[in-house]
């Protein structure tokens, strides 16, 4: 939204605050009846009531600054859901120093509405608060000298604090008023859009790891997961099983990684505890079987289908290969030149040193915790009910 908007609104100043309005945003109870009544009033599209909720929390002196701030915030709501731009903007403005993410998210869509819109900005020079927020002197922000951007340096303190209050002026608040945007608070939630969730997929593959196994191996696997509104992927923990199919080998794991929301590549690590018929292995911990305690990375590929709101039937390819820990420990004892008699050359020759492991997984998943809404993490209000 700032700078030149397409080409056809005037360019919005970039301007630096150098007085401590860098404050983090804030996690609190706001627990506050005018903000649950205005959050729902603006959720059931009673945007009148909202409004009258919203201002008088926002002008109840009782409250706190973060409470006074997220009544802020629910207003640039409101004001935006009746194209009201102006004094949307304001709004925000007025939330910035406590709901920094939220608020530049919003200033970024009512940009984004206004250029839909054709709504012209003329000479009107408004805070960046990207870069930070007012300057006293021009020189100090980037690209003032090479007319990147338009600049009014504010001379006093009271005028920092006015334009804080409400960087669009009185008489500007009606020529920036727009057709009302479509809402999301009646559409339905996005089947990717959740919060947690559980994976349990059969799993079938081949295990190169000790040479007189079978490689074929079958097993289960089970997941957890967990995803914040609004991010591309979900953190996933999981733990598997596999067996061969004639009982001479197998393998264990333990692991988290990142996995994409529907269908895409996955990767995580894990540590993994493969076993296998190893007949001229020596000094083993189980006679003729090799063990071993391996770090292996993992790469796949995932293709869901979904079966209806949070609930979903996959298939995914999947390599992993590790390393035995015993084998990176030799290693780096004799890299560190700590040990004078130790080598990494081991009296079994047969010892493996690490494992490889293809499988394809068949699965279902189930997801919980989605939003009462789309686009939930940018229109909740903060008021409203989690």
Avoid at 211 to 224: C, E, H, K, M
Avoid at 303 to 329: C, D, I, M, P, Q
């Amino acid at each position: 939204m700032f700078g030149t908007i397409d080409g056809r609104c005037a360019r919005l100043a970039v301007v630096v605050v150098l007085w401590g309005l860098g404050t983090p945003a804030v996690a609190d109870d706001l627990d506050e009846p005018r903000l649950r009544e205005g959050a729902d009033a603006l959720e059931a599209g009673r945007l009148q009531d909202a409004l009258r909720w919203f201002e008088s929390a926002l002008g109840q002196s009782n409250n706190g600054e973060s409470v006074r701030s997220a009544a802020a915030f629910d207003l640039c709501l409101t004001y935006y859901a009746m194209g009201d731009f102006g004094r949307a903007l304001n709004s925000c403005y007025l939330a910035y120093p406590l709901r920094p993410e939220r608020s530049l998210q919003m200033i970024s869509r009512i940009g984004d509405r206004m250029i839909e819109a054709g709504i012209e900005l003329g000479d009107l020079v408004l805070p960046e608060p990207i870069l930070s927020w007012y300057a006293l002197d021009s020189s100090d922000v980037p690209g003032a000298e090479s007319g990147e951007v338009r600049v009014r340096p504010l001379q006093t303190r009271e005028e920092l604090l006015a334009a804080r209050a409400a960087p669009v002026p009185i008489d500007r608040l009606d020529s920036l008023h727009g057709a009302a945007p479509p809402l999301p608070y009646r559409e339905p939630a996005r089947d990717s859009d959740y919060a947690r969730g559980f994976d349990l997929a059969l799993r079938s593959g081949v295990l190169f790891f000790a040479s007189d196994a079978t490689p074929f191996v079958v097993g289960l696997r089970g997941g957890l997961v967990r995803r914040e509104h609004g991010q591309p992927g979900n953190a996933l923990l999981f733990a598997d099983l596999l067996l061969g199919v004639d009982g001479t080998a197998g393998v264990a794991a333990l692991g988290a990684g990142l996995s994409p929301l529907e269908s895409g590549l996955g990767a995580g690590a894990a540590l993994a505890i493969p076993w296998g018929k190893e007949d001229a292995i020596q000094g083993s911990l189980v006679k003729g079987y090799t063990i071993g305690v391996d770090l292996d990375l993992r790469l796949w590929y995932q293709r869901e289908l979904s079966l209806g709101l949070g609930k979903r039937f996959y298939v995914r390819a999947e390599a992993a290969a590790g390393l035995n820990l015993g084998w990176l420990g030799a290693f780096a004892i004799e890299g560190l030149g700590s040990c004078n008699d130790c080598t990494t050359k081991d009296p079994n020759p047969n010892w493996p040193t690490g494992h490889v492991l293809l499988t394809l997984d068949v699965g279902f998943a189930k997801r919980s915790g989605q939003p009462r809404y789309d686009r939930y993490e940018i229109f909740s209000p903060l008021g409203g009910r989690p």
